[in-house]
T-cell receptor
Framework: GDSVTQMEGPVTLSEEAFLTINCTYTATGYPSLFWYVQYPGEGLQLLLK?????DKGSNKGFEATYRKETTSFHLEKGSVQVSDSAVYFC?????????????FGQGTILTVHP | DTAVSQTPKYLVTQMGNDKSIKCEQNLGHDTMYWYKQDSKKFLKIMFS???????INETVPNRFSPKSPDKAHLNLHINSLELGDSAVYFC?????????????FGNGTRLTVT
């Protein structure tokens, strides 16, 4: 079945540090890939997405590239801020299963200190 | 002007009770979902409805019964609550059931069963 694996957290960084959160996936079809962010006490929000190989999703300084050859969708940001502290979820939606069913990774807690 | 709203935000109850969580979306979306987030932040889909019809039921105990009176509402009723039901339950919606439609999440209902 489909699965998503994220790097273990928590991740703690100083402000302006470089961020990478690794994400790899397995899927039977041609999935769309997503990063969602969950701020404390809130629901998940879509951060970025990519729907086919080599697409790059970007938003709010975050970016991730859909790498089919390595089945990866790593999240990066060049300079994090305290306000980026949140839980980040990698997810996929497999076109073979459709119906918008998302398979999530386990989430990575990011804490950014001033 | 909240897009996806759930009530209540917190729910504390005893084992054996029956409780309901309500969800409404004002985005005009066709598809709605219930997800369960456990204490380790892991998210798993429970149900999905498209235009009031059940399309995903992920081997959830039949103590959980979703009800969709119209496409803007998807309520979750839980009978005979158990300790293991303690979690955060998220409602979500998407434009349609396609795999590329991003999900819009509510802020969650934290259920605690004692």
């Amino acid at each position: 079945g489909d699965s998503v694996t994220q790097m273990e957290g928590p991740v703690t960084l100083s402000e302006e540090a470089f961020l990478t959160i690794n994400c790899t996936y397995t899927a039977t079809g041609y999935p769309s890939l997503f990063w969602y962010v969950q701020y404390p006490g809130e629901g998940l929000q879509l951060l970025l997405k990519a729907t086919k190989a080599d697409d790059k999703g970007s938003n709010k300084g975050f970016e991730a590239t859909y790498r089919k050859e390595t089945t990866s969708f790593h999240l990066e940001k060049g300079s994090v801020q305290v306000s980026d502290s949140a839980v980040y979820f990698c997810a996929l939606s497999d076109s073979g299963t459709s119906y918008g069913k998302l398979t999530f990774g386990q989430g990575t807690i990011l804490t950014v200190h001033p | 002007d909240t897009a996806v709203s759930q009530t209540p935000k917190y729910l504390v109850t005893q084992m054996g009770n029956d409780k309901s969580i309500k969800c409404e979306q004002n985005l005009g979306h066709d598809t709605m979902y219930w997800y369960k987030q456990d204490s380790k932040k892991f998210l798993k889909i429970m149900f999905s409805y498209n235009n009031k019809e059940l399309i995903i039921n992920e081997t959830v105990p039949n103590r959980f019964s979703p009800k969709s009176p119209d496409k803007a509402h998807l309520n979750l009723h839980i009978n005979s609550l158990e300790l293991g039901d303690s979690a955060v339950y998220f409602c979500a919606s998407s434009q349609d059931e396609g795999s590329n439609s991003p999900l819009h999440f509510g802020n969650g209902t934290r259920l605690t069963v004692t």
